[in-house]
């Protein structure tokens, strides 16, 4: 026994530092990370030096690499702290995700915006705050930025606009402020049919005109206090197949409005919509959600509706609340 011990110990110990593949300064940035959280004393446990680092918990390492590529850390109730700086010192992340860590708190550090080859970075269901940082804009190859369901205020930054690959960006359920800036009718052509989400914040002031260059794949802008013409989110030729503009103050003539034959989903209730309802609505053989209560429409609601599914998600209160909308399935018209 006395002879066996030693030996075991030196096999083990040549297995581990053989099979070790993590880069030493990838594993020392993910230490110094561990470190910065001071409760619970002992934050991922996996996390034990003398394993390699691309087997703890929440780690990917590129296969042929070897560098950390994700980080991936959801949910973590007993994470207490801010977000350390020392994940800037991982040039290699692609993937990046701090989901469901209610007292993860602080503001974003400036060291992410060092990511060159992050392509999503998500930060959702914390209790960070301060402002969403333009640095971001420097992270060029950003694909999907999450930071829904935060503390975050201020403006969105225009800069974030010119991020090249962005195909969504989910800022809902902060408490942002300002402008929709005009710039996000700019985004380069690279960026195609991208998601537009800032539900569930404080933004004001009119909708950029020029929006409708955009031809976003989904759009919710509900819950704000925006205003102006959102008829820039429409058109038969979009591929918008989501629209919802839901509790805002937008202000236009609905008559005028074309609907692409993909829309799914359109909630346009609590509004200041004016106008009929346009017959051309009837081409949206695929509209399965559809709210145009608490507006002011008027006019004949349209028959022939060519559904491809049954929807048994519209009845009367889809329509209500209207200056004088009639028929079907309201009162008839007179
Ligand atoms: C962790 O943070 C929460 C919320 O701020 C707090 O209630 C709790 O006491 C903290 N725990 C420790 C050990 O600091
Ligand atoms: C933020 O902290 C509060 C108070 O500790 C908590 O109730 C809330 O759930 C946290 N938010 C999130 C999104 O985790
Ligand atoms: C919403 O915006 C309007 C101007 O469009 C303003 O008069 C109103 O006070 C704002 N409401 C809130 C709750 O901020
Ligand atoms: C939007 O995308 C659809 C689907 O690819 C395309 O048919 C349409 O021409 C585009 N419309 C605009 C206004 O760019
Ligand atoms: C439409 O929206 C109104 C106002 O929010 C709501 O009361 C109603 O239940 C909704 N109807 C449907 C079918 O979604
Ligand atoms: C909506 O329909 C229900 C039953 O189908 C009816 O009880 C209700 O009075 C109607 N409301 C309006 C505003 O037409």
Known sequence: MLIIYPILFLLLSTHYSGAELCHPKDKSALLAFKHSFSYPVNPFPSWDPVFDCCTWYGVQCDETTNYVTGLDIAPYQDLNGTIPPSLGNLPHLTVLRLHKIPNLVGEIPPQLGNLPNLRSLTISWTNISGTIPPFL???????????????????????????????????????????????????????????????????????????????????????????????????????????????????????????????????????KIYGTIPEQITDAVYLQFLNVSYNRLCGKIPTGWKLRYRSESWDNTSFFHNRCLCGTPLDPCK
């Open 137 to 271: 804009a420097n992270l060029k190859s950003l694909v999907f930025l999450d930071l829904s369901f935060n503390r975050l205020s201020g403006s969105i930054p225009p800069v974030l606009a010119k991020l090249p690959y962005l195909r969504g960006f989910d800022f809902s359920r902060n408490q942002l402020t300002g402008p929709i800036p005009e710039s996000f009718g700019h985004i380069p052509a690279t960026a195609e049919f991208p998601v537009l989400a800032l539900s569930h914040n404080k933004l004001s002031g009119e909708l950029p005109a020029s929006l409708a260059n955009v031809n976003f794949s989904a759009v919710d802008i509900s819950r704000n206090n925006l205003s102006g013409d959102a008829s820039v989110f429409f058109g038969e030729g979009k591929a918008t197949s989501s629209i919802d503009i839901s509790r805002n103050n937008f202000e236009f003539d609905f008559s005028k409005v074309r609907f692409t034959v993909s829309l799914d989903i359109l909630d346009v209730s609590h509004n």
